[in-house]
């Protein structure tokens, strides 16, 4: 029986309830003076086991033979249900971390904050300077709130007060920092960047096993997915025995008949256990290249199997030590127990749990809810307040006796001229009220024809300066003279910034969150972590040959294989040798139909399909946020277009659409005239972003790589037309192609080759040329935003950030004010 002030350390595992009292004495020393291990008729991961019924029973035995009066309580909960996150810090104001810290809490957390809860430490050997943090690192600890009222349920049940909680590698490594890291600097002596050495610490359990990466300050956890469970459910398979044979056989595996099978059936787990490890091990210094692997130590009732501490040590190179004794611990009565002694490795976590309960641990985070210190808070003072509530009652009701009396033993006719005075003044203020009244409804009625008239001047604008927004989002190469045409021999397609818009649609939705379905959001998301990702993510490749720059080059093909032209013609074909963009491509190849332009889940899988072999490799994993979805009504706007600038990665195919185009249309501006023409007829103009006109969400919807796209070749019937050979309609014969070929003299009697100048036979130059194609349809909403609007939005932000808030809501005509 424990007595005293005290810490209760419970570890609820999946084969037994463990528990474990005690206090910190003055010289650092950890006083025991009761426990309690009650092993579980079955393992709760068991089939045919009730895990529910199994722990209230444990518990209900532990209850019964201690007692929780006066004593703080702490318990773990396993580390695979909950999340731990480490952040570095960028030098910050150490006043404004946990700011900082709310917002990685919401990036790294992937729920909403109100369906977890979390705690954060900032870690121990950070340095501060000034007021400032530097090298500061943030461990973010969280679990679902759901998870952790079904985990403590039972001792909600049975009126047990709960005051932290804390995840089981975490606690396993306060203990292993105070009681096995004896060596580690002291804090203003540690350097980030010559860490002292590291050790690993193992604690393996029944179905998992924390595996702890620490220095003595920082720390790296993973949960492993293998315990000692897995070697009983090994000799199972390999020896076809009984669960509960198997179990009796592993712990006795020295008095077995043939202990030499025994182990070799075992052997798989064994090699899984240090290949985990050993990746493990890996991908830590992979993360922090300056640290160095000192030792490994071990605990858990599954290190007693023979062999396995040694078995660890021989593959992975390091000395292994087992955590069978605690160098801090004192409390004869418990320490000599043979149940103590024999299970001492399973209690290290009990042993973190009182350190962080008496407030010597390193980590101090807590993952208990905040409506459960609500609730006992409450609880805790009620008695207070009921007898506050008392004495207050009491008293008002003395204050009412003492001015009843008073006011018992005055006439009516007293105060009767008073109150007729204030009849008269409610009177009065009621009319002043109604006159005010008539004059707010008055104003109200003034500014709605105002804005009657200024609305319509300026809702004619509004298509014009959308359309001039997405004539400025289109890419402009600098370096070709304003109104020139380009030629194919003076730049290829290839190799020309330039974005052709086949047509405009448009369609109004009375609520714009139908159109952004999570397709279109996906999309969206997407386009955003392109764009945060960078050209750093994107590998190089091999360019892709233009032969509309050089058809030359195209002609050396023809004269390998002649017959192969015309074999295949899956597009249009271009006009004359001027090549213009208009002239290359067929406008009718893409349609689309407007009645409805939100993508579905099924169009966003063939989207996905068409864009997987469109040149544009996948960016490097970015973290962006859930978008909300626009609110209201508005239009939804869709370019349909296509570009030839996809000779080599990575500025081609979807990622040029989404660097010129799409990039415009989040964070672009145009600049739009905002008033009349002035006396000497200038007009003034303002620059708007696109934002302020209202465009938001802009996607890639839909898009189609077409490798193969034929065009006519200038070179070939121009050398038709010197030769004198005719030009003919139907040399093509590709679908929705331009037709006009060519055939030269004598080629159509005598079938011999004709040598051009150059000496090659003019018919193996390719009647055409193919270039790879993008065809691609951009949407966005647009929720129009008349000019007036959009200056008034901007000056109200302008006196917002020179006055307050506050200020600027009691100003007249800006949303507050009389």
Same mark, same amino acid.
């Given at each position: ?555 050396? &093909?023809? +004269? /390998? =294989?002649?017959?192969?032209? #015309? $074999?295949?013609?899956? *597009? !249009?074909?271009?006009? @004359?040798? %001027? &090549?213009? +963009? /208009? =002239?290359?491509?067929?406008? #009718? $190849?893409?349609?689309? *139909? !407007?009645?409805?332009? @939100?993508? %579905?889940?099924?169009? /966003? =899988? ?13 960016? @490097? ?198």
């Amino acid at each position: 029986m424990a007595s005293g002030q005290g810490v209760w350390g419970i570890d609820i595992g999946q084969c037994a309830f463990k528990a474990l009292r005690g206090t910190v004495q003055d010289d650092g020393t950890v006083l025991v003076d009761a426990f309690d291990y009650i092993e579980y008729p079955k393992i709760l991961s068991q089939p045919d086991a009730k895990p529910d019924e199994l722990i209230r029973a444990a518990l209900k035995q532990f209850l019964s033979r201690n007692s929780l009066r006066g004593d703080r309580v702490a318990i773990s909960l396993s580390g695979q249900s909950g999340l731990a996150r480490f952040v570095k810090l960028p030098p910050v104001e150490s006043k404004k971390i946990p700011q900082l810290v709310s917002f990685e809490a919401k990036q790294q957390i992937p729920f909403s904050l109100d369906d977890v809860v979390w705690d954060y430490q900032t870690m121990p050997g950070a340095a501060e300077e000034d007021g400032f943090a530097l090298e500061a690192e943030v461990g973010i600890f969280a679990i679902k709130r759901d998870q952790v009222f079904r985990m403590i349920q039972p001792l909600i049940d049975a009126e047990v007060e709960l005051d932290l909680i804390q995840l089981t590698p975490l606690a396993f490594y306060n203990a292993v920092t105070y009681d096995f890291i004896t060596d580690a600097p002291p804090p203003e002596e540690y350097d980030p960047d010559e860490p002292p050495p590291s050790v690993v610490a193992i604690s393996m359990g029944t179905e998992t096993s924390d595996l702890v990466v620490t220095d003595g300050y920082r720390v790296w956890q993973r949960s492993i997915p293998l315990g000692g469970n897995h070697f009983t459910k090994q000799l199972t398979k390999e020896l076809k025995l009984t669960f509960a044979k198997a179990e009796q056989t592993k712990r006795n595996a020295l008095e077995a008949e043939d202990a030499r099978s025994l182990f070799q059936a075992m052997r798989p787990v064994f090699n899984d256990l240090v290949t985990e490890v050993q990746r493990s091990i890996g991908f830590f210094k992979s993360l922090d290249r300056k640290a160095t692997i000192q030792s490994v130590v071990v605990t858990g009732n599954a290190v007693k199997l023979p062999g396995l501490a040694n078995y660890l040590e021989k593959n992975l190179e390091l000395p292994v030590t087992k955590l069978d004794q605690f160098n801090r611990l004192e409390g004869p009565g418990v320490l000599g127990n043979p149940v103590f002694t024999d299970n001492v490795m399973t209690f290290p976590v009990c042993y973190g749990l009182i350190l962080q309960g008496a407030g010597q641990a390193k980590l101090r985070t807590s993952l208990l809810p905040r409506e459960i210190l609500t609730q006992r808070l409450i609880r805790r003072k009620k008695p207070w307040v009921a007898a506050m509530a008392g004495s207050i009652l009491l008293a008002c009701a003395f204050n009412y006796f003492f001015n009843w009396n008073a006011w018992s033993k005055v006439r009516p006719e007293e105060w009767k001229s008073a109150m007729t005075e204030v009849d008269n003044l409610k009177r009065e203020g009621d009319g002043f009220v109604s006159q005010d009244t008539a004059q707010q409804e008055t104003l109200a009625r003034i500014e709605g024809v105002g804005e009657a008239a200024v609305g319509s001047s300026d809702g004619r604008l509004l298509w014009l300066e959308l359309l001039k927004m997405v004539t400025e989002a289109l890419p402009v190469d600098e370096s070709v003279p304003q109104g020139k045409i380009m030629t194919l021999e003076e730049r290829g397609l290839l190799q020309r910034k330039e974005l052709y818009v086949d047509y405009i649609e448009s369609q109004y939705y009375s609520d714009l969150s139908t159109w952004f379905t999570d397709a279109a959001k996906q999309r969206y998301q997407e386009g955003q972590a392109s764009a945060k990702a960078g050209a750093s993510t994107i590998e190089s490749s091999e360019p892709v040959t233009d032969p509309a720059a050089d058809p030359a080059a195209d002609d050396a &093909a023809a +004269a /390998a =294989d002649p017959n192969a032209v #015309a $074999a295949d013609a899956p *597009d !249009a074909d271009a006009t @004359a040798a %001027d &090549a213009t +963009a /208009a =002239d290359v491509v067929d406008p #009718a $190849a893409a349609t689309s *139909d !407007a009645t409805d332009m @939100a993508l %579905d889940g099924a169009e /966003a =899988d063939n989207v996905a399909d068409s864009t997987a072999d469109d040149g544009m490799l996948e960016p @490097a994993e970015v973290e962006v946020p859930d978008y909300p979805a626009p609110e209201g009504g508005g239009w939804v706007i869709e370019i349909h277009g296509y570009h030839f600038h996809n000779e080599a990665p990575p500025n081609w195919g979807a990622q040029y659409v989404r660097s010129t185009l799409l990039k415009q249309f989040d964070s672009g501006t145009v600049e739009l005239p905002v008033g009349p023409p002035d006396e000497n007829g200038n007009v003034r103009t303002e620059r708007f972003t696109a934002a302020e006109l209202g465009i938001k969400y802009p996607i890639l919807a839909d898009d189609d790589m077409q490798r193969r796209y034929k065009i006519r070749n200038p070179k070939y019937e121009a050398e038709v037309l010197k030769q004198g050979g005719t030009l003919t309609n139907d040399m093509m014969g590709a679908e929705g192609g331009m037709g006009m070929g060519g055939m030269l003299p004598g080629q159509e009697t005598t079938g011999q080759p004709v040598l051009g100048p150059d000496g090659k036979p003019v018919e193996q130059i390719k009647p055409y040329i193919e270039v790879p194609i993008y065809k691609f349809t951009v949407q966005f909403c647009w929720q129009q935003k008349r000019v007036s609007e959009r200056l008034k939005a901007r000056e109200e932000a302008r006196l917002e950030a020179e006055l307050g808030a506050d200020e600027v809501a009691a100003i007249p005509g800006t949303g507050g004010g009389l």
